[in-house]
């Protein structure tokens, strides 16, 4: 599931997250391995299909669970180079749940902000941590905002696109719209 590389990076994010202070979920620590799992879902007498199901069924609603209510926060990890279907799901998760959202993409230099999808990116207002000491100090400040990220992306987007009209799309004005919304907006920790 994890690669070795993923795994090390996810146990430093970890250490510094509890050296701060703050509890943890690691998934690869915490969590179900489905190959594991299955095997004990299987040995309690259940077929191939209805095992699979089970054990599936379980580790989605742990991953869910966790992300939305357990943890108060989700830093995903990019230090891959094209981030796992979970990622990306576990960072829409968060968003919608207005949790704070840290993206470390610490020396990945195949990381380009404008390669990777303002859907992701856009979650952190385009804000990625490059040195996984200062997750801590990004989290903190997250935690101080009043308003979520997705709460304040829903209220631009109602506003600039609520008379949109996909045949006249009014580039200029989005454009200058955009420029005072969010032309200064970007700081990296």
Request: proline share 4%.
């Amino acid at each position: 599931m994890y690669s070795a590389k993923e795994q090390k990076d996810n146990r430093e994010i970890d250490e510094v997250l509890q050296r701060a202070g703050y509890a943890t979920f690691l998934p690869q620590r915490d969590g179900f391995a489905y190959d594991e799992l299955f095997k004990k879902v299987q040995d309690e007498g259940y077929a191939y299909e209805e095992a699979r199901d089970i054990a599936l069924g379980l580790i989605m609603h742990l991953d869910v669970y966790q992300v939305c209510e357990g943890c108060d926060a989700t830093v995903l990890n990019l230090t891959v180079r094209n981030p796992g279907e979970g990622t990306i799901t576990e960072g829409a998760l968060c968003f919608r749940s207005e949790r704070p959202l840290v993206l470390y993409k610490g020396n990945n230099p195949s990381f380009v902000l404008e390669n990777h999808s303002p859907l992701l990116t856009g979650q952190t207002r385009f804000s990625i941590v490059d040195k996984v000491e200062k997750i801590p100090r990004k989290l903190k400040q997250i935690e101080m905002e009043v308003e979520s990220n997705y709460s304040r992306t829903m209220s631009i987007a109602k506003e600039l696109f609520k008379d949109y009209d996909p045949v006249n799309k009014r580039v200029d004005y989005l454009a200058s719209q955009g420029k005072e919304l969010f032309g200064k907006e970007r700081v990296d920790v």
